[in-house]
């Protein structure tokens, strides 16, 4: 890739901090080269603070665009022209694209998720789900979600600095989509019993089970899982979590977090360049079991 770069290549980039790990530049770099595409992708370790600075830099190197990881998905949509309506409602985004210094925001973790559930062969559209965690995946997951047509959902959250967002939240979806959102929190194991036994999908959106700490689930009781609950985790390291474990054994269809994380990466990459991402290649590179 790097003997291809020249003085027309345009810029990406992922901004973020840690961002030394993250597999976008592999995944986008790779994508623009199979496809001819003259643009690098780099990650800069930027703080929060900083946020400002860099996005007055990328749009001084007429950049294309950027994604953005933690810590600065909800300042970058403070620093945005325009937020797509899942940004909007989440006031956080993870992609910037820059026509000619105007910047829109967008959120494509959600994007990802739902097309991860439709690779699986799971219909989620018009039925229920049950989401647990309010974080930066699990709002994303929430708002496009209930954007693209699943009936009910029920969120549980730690009643936290997290859950008054995530009232606010449900409270802008129950206004503006047919989705019915209700949130709640742990405490009451019947309500989330409940919840589960009339969801076709449950979600695991928080960092439990994630490594180190495999050992862990956020579900200990494992008479909640049926047959044909489809259960995903937002996880992807390690590949299969204790939940994922636990759901397989009880005959679930499982799905972890990867395929999610590539297509968020996909729609991104469509959003900047216009041209589907070569998924079968990207997932055969980075995403193989
Ligand atoms: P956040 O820190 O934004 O959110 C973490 C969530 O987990 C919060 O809702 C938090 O609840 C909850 N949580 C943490 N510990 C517990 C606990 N002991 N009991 C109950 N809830 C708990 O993180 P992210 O949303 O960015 O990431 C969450 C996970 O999703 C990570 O494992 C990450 O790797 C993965 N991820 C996967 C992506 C993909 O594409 N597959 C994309 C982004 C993230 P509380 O309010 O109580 O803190």
């Known amino acids: 890739m790097t003997q291809s770069i020249t ?20 995944m986008h770099n790779e994508a623009c080269d199979a496809l001819g595409l003259d643009y690098a992708y780099l990650a800069f370790d930027v703080p929060e603070v900083d946020m400002p600075k860099a996005v007055e830099a990328l749009k001084l190197f007429k950049a294309r665009g950027w994604n953005i990881t933690m810590p600065g998905k909800n300042i970058m949509c403070t620093l945005a022209d325009n937020l797509s309506p899942a940004s909007e409602i989440t006031g956080a985004c993870n992609t910037i694209v820059n026509e000619d210094g105007v910047l829109t925001a967008y959120t494509t973790d959600g994007i ?8 699986c062969g799971v219909n989620i559209i018009g039925k229920n789900m049950t989401l647990l965690g309010a974080g930066g995946a699990a709002t994303a997951i929430l708002v496009q979600a209930a954007l693209d047509g ?27 989509t047919n989705c019915t959102v209700r949130v709640h929190d742990y405490f009451d194991p019947e309500v989330l019993r409940k919840a589960i036994a009339n969801s076709a999908i449950l979600v695991n959106g928080t960092s ?9 689930s956020i579900i200990q009781d494992t008479s909640l899982f049926r047959p044909d609950l489809f259960v995903f985790d937002v996880i992807y390291n390690p590949k299969e979590t204790k939940l994922l474990k636990d759901a397989k054994a009880a005959g679930c269809k499982t799905s972890n977090g990867m395929y999610m994380l590539l297509y968020q990466g996909a729609a991104s990459f469509k959003l900047w360049t216009g041209h589907d991402m070569p998924v079968d290649l990207i997932k055969e590179k980075y995403f193989s079991a």
């Open 7 to 26: 003085g027309h290549t345009g810029l990406l980039c992922l901004l973020g901090s840690p961002v030394a790990h993250s597999i976008s530049p592999a």
């Open 112 to 119: 990802g998720f739902m097309k991860a559930v439709e690779e």
């Open 150 to 176: 699943v009936k009910e959902i029920d969120v549980f959250n730690i009643r936290d600095d997290f859950f008054g967002r995530l009232e606010e939240i449900a409270e802008k979806l129950n206004e503006r």
């Open 208 to 216: 439990v089970g994630m490594a180190p700490n495999t050992d862990r």
